[in-house]
């Protein structure tokens, strides 16, 4: 089970390497846009705090890199909980879509982290 927990981490991993590329660098462009829905005038004054979200999504995505390279549980646990949190709070605040995006996967990791085999 391990496997399977690891590759659900590492698909978690990449999300939020994903999110990361969209709010720092895709914001503004056509893309960033149409993924969040806004207009050009939107993205321009939003953009300095997209690029922080995308920071702190940087941050989700090395440690739960550092919990896969080190296959420490613990790294693991605290990090999927910190993203599912997050998405927990964006369904709450942003759009109900963001908690199957964002806590639905690392709510499947954590889960399976915790099955013996």
Known sequence: ????????????????LWFLVLEMFLWTRPLGRKVFRMSAEQAAATKTLAVNQGLYNGFLVA????????????????????????????AMTVHRKVFFVQALPA????????IPG
């Open 63 to 90: 440690g739960l890199v550092w919990g896969l390279v080190s296959g420490e549980l613990h790294v693991k646990i605290f990090f999927l909980a910190c993203v599912i949190l997050a998405g927990v709070l964006g």
């Open 1 to 16: 089970m391990h496997l399977a927990a690891d590759f659900v981490i590492a698909i978690v991993a990449l999300l939020h």
């Open 107 to 114: 709510i499947v990791a954590l889960v399976l982290v915790h």
